[in-house]
């Protein structure tokens, strides 16, 4: 990949919460590294606690890691960059005292656009996300998808290069997830946007993603990046093609072994561990979320 | 149940609640001319009333109530800001909630009109130490629930704020204060209501002037239709500025 094809550069980054012997230390990510090309779309799947979700707030400067850098473009992350990188989280991210546009207006006066500008490009991205008749209602007022619709109107209007998506659609329901995938890859085709997006669903990696970073257990660190050879948008019908399927078989191999691992490691305390050996032996007495 | 039933079932307990007055007026009246209680304990209704509508026409209400309400308003402003500005530090620190936090809600059970004659004694009998004890036991439900309130705001909404760029002061203004508004008004109402209480109270037990210094006033006079007018006229303010709390309050949430 040549350097100005890179939006972001990640470099041997590793992260813990807490100190090392300390009842809550995790050692949630290990030395990764990886190169997040403009324009693609790469989703990041693993077991849970695997840290895809704390490499994810590392990208976006959320989270400072314990070891390693990340650069936008040339840009070294030290904080959030509004400017540069926008987040859809996975639910009630909105703020629930302010209407759909509310939200949406307020998104783009924190990352400083203009006022004048503010009200046209709300409209356009509600337009786009097919909420502009619910722009006056409040969030408690519409469905959990809705709801996410409406996050991601946030996100598209601060007109970042990069989106971090944090399992945006891990709260919904199979079918409106269904839908919601479909019309984000049409929604994403016209765009050239960079797009990074954690999800617990093999199906949503294959159907979304160009690369998918597979995570290994805890102490997460990428294990695999498979490749989906797929324009976009892709068609609703490309989930029953035999290449999805085997993409898909091959992810559920790869993390199969893992999540056994993952599962072992939160359930087995005191017996042995997998992987890692004595580095787990200071694993928090339950399987905790690494998400800050 | 369907809206008729409803509407039938409220006017329903509209009558109850106005057969309800109409009864305690009757015993009331049956008390004072048929069962023989002293006239000077429990004066008729009638003549309350003929009272309650003297005191009404000659005005002469006016400075006690300006007086009373005069304290409690400084009272109040004085324990809202000092509320919710020490609530809102606070809550910046988890340390400092679970340090002060337990200590707070210890002291608010403690009943602080028991220091009624401190306060007389470093603030005399005017209104000085009557805004003092209102403005220390209404300070405490209002600082408990600012720090209530503010904990209360959800973590993604502080997070997703930050990564849109939000400076302190927008967070504060659009995230922090917002989300913690409700709960902070539930704080200020109730401070209000305490207030109120407190302040008539300690009017009754040592001061200069006011409502409850006219009452106390009216009772040892043995004047007691007087006094039960200006009961009923307290009641009547306590209960109106009540209904402005609460109104204002469900207007601050929306």
């Known amino acids: 990949m040549r350097s100005q094809d890179v939006a972001v550069r990640i470099r041997d980054v590793s992260h813990q919460f807490g100190e090392e012997g300390e009842a809550h230390y995790v050692n949630a990510l290990l030395g990764t590294s990886l190169d997040i090309a403009r324009g693609e779309l790469l989703c990041l799947i693993g077991p849970s606690g695997c840290g895809k979700s704390t490499l994810l707030n590392i990208i976006g400067g959320l989270l400072i890691p314990t070891a390693g850098t990340v650069h936008v473009g040339v840009t070294p992350v030290r904080g959030p960059l509004p400017r540069d990188i926008a987040f859809v989280f996975q639910e009630n991210a909105l703020f629930p005292w302010s209407t759909v546009n509310e939200n949406v207006m307020l998104g783009m006066m924190f990352q400083g656009v203009p006022r004048a500008e503010r009200e046209e490009r709300a409209r356009k991205s509600l337009t786009a996300v097919g909420l502009a008749e619910f722009a006056h209602h409040y969030p408690g007022q519409l469905s959990g998808g809705m709801r996410q619709r409406a996050a ?9 290069g990069i989106l971090l998506m944090d399992e945006p659609f891990g709260a919904l329901d199979e079918q409106t997830r269904m839908i919601l995938g479909e019309d984000l890859s049409v929604l994403l085709a016209r765009t050239d946007k960079t797009i990074v997006f954690v999800t617990h669903s093999l199906g949503e990696a294959v159907f979304l993603a160009d690369r998918v970073a597979v995570f290994s257990a805890r102490p997460g660190t990428i294990k695999e990046i498979i ?3 797929e324009p976009h948008p892709r068609k609703p019908d490309f989930v029953t093609t035999e290449k999805f399927g085997a993409l898909r078989n091959r992810l559920y191999t790869l993390l199969h072994d893992e999540i056994r691992k993952a599962v072992s490691e939160s359930a ?19 399987p905790r979320s690494t998400r800050e | 149940m369907s809206t008729g039933d409803r509407r039938r079932d ?11 007055l109409i009864a305690v007026l009757t015993l009331w009246h049956l008390a004072t001319t048929k069962w023989g209680v002293s006239r000077l304990l429990l004066p008729n209704p009638a003549r309350v009333y003929d009272e309650l509508k003297d005191v009404l026409r000659s005005g002469e209400f006016v400075g006690d109530l300006r007086i009373t309400l005069t304290e409690v308003a400084v009272a109040f402003v004085l324990s809202s800001v000092g509320g919710v500005a020490l609530g809102f530090l606070l809550s910046r620190s988890p340390y400092l909630v679970r340090v002060f936090e337990p200590l707070l809600a210890a002291i608010y059970s403690v009943p602080i009109i028991l220091f009624l004659p401190l306060y007389v004694l470093f603030f005399g009998l005017g209104p000085a130490s009557k805004i003092a004890l209102g403005a220390t ?55 209000f209501i305490v207030a109120l209480l407190s302040i008539l109270g300690s009017e009754t037990i040592a001061s200069l002037a006011g409502l409850g210094h006219r009452i106390v006033h009216l009772a040892e006079a043995m004047d007691t239709a007087r006094m039960f007018a200006y009961i009923a006229f307290v009641v009547a303010i306590a209960a109106s500025l009540n209904v402005i709390v609460t109104m204002l309050e469900v207007r601050g949430r929306r």
């Open chain 2, 137 to 191: 036991i209404s300070f405490f439900p209002i600082v408990l629930n600012t720090i209530a309130g503010f904990s209360t705001v959800e973590r993604v909404h502080v997070v997703a704020a930050r990564s849109m760029g939000a400076s302190d002061f927008q967070l504060f203004r659009w995230v922090l204060l917002p989300g913690a508004l409700p709960v902070i008004l539930a704080g200020l109402r109730m401070g």
């Open chain 2, 10 to 20: 409220r006017v329903l307990s509209r009558l109850v609640q106005a057969a309800f």
């Open chain 1, 268 to 286: 087995g305390r005191g017996g042995a561990v997998g992987d890692g050996g004595a580095a787990n032996g200071a694993a928090p007495p339950a």
């Open chain 1, 152 to 160: 991601l109107a946030r996100a598209l209007s601060l007109e970042t």
């Open chain 1, 227 to 229: 490749t989906v050879d």
